[in-house]
């Protein structure tokens, strides 16, 4: 079975940093596009930034280009995701995502067929 699985969200104060984490299981990602979205309540998942398949390229919405970074680690079959100078419109639902089709990032969340659960980033002000 394959699995994403989303760890590191929790609540901090504004100007703090989270890192996120995307560990896979069931199946190496390790030649497909990985990607960061989010979900508001009541909203459509939003594109956050994306990493090709060696991390050789990444995506970041004009939203937290400058504060998030995107990584990978191949050998761990995991995705990072650095959030720094949180804001409090940064707090929702954060979640993973594989796309095996391509080796580079796409924003469209259709794009992608594998999905982890999410975990939750709130920011206080």
């Known amino acids: 079975q394959v699995q994403l699985v989303e760890s590191g969200g929790g609540l901090v104060q504004a100007g703090g940093s989270l890192r996120l984490s995307c560990t896979a299981s069931g199946r190496a990602f390790n030649n497909d596009a990985m990607g960061w979205f989010r979900q508001f309540p009541g909203k459509e998942r939003e594109f956050v930034a994306g990493i090709s398949w060696n991390g050789g390229v990444t995506y970041y919405d004009d939203s937290v280009k400058g504060r998030f970074t995107i990584s990978r680690d191949n050998t761990k079959n995991t995705v990072y995701l650095q959030m720094n100078s949180l804001r409090p419109e940064d707090t929702a639902v954060y979640l993973c995502?594989?796309?095996?089709?391509?080796?580079?990032?796409?924003?469209?969340?259709?794009?992608?067929?594998?999905w982890g659960r999410g975990t939750q980033v709130t920011v206080s002000s």
């Open positions: 995502a594989a796309d095996t089709a391509h080796y580079r990032p796409t924003i469209v969340p259709d794009g992608y067929d594998y």
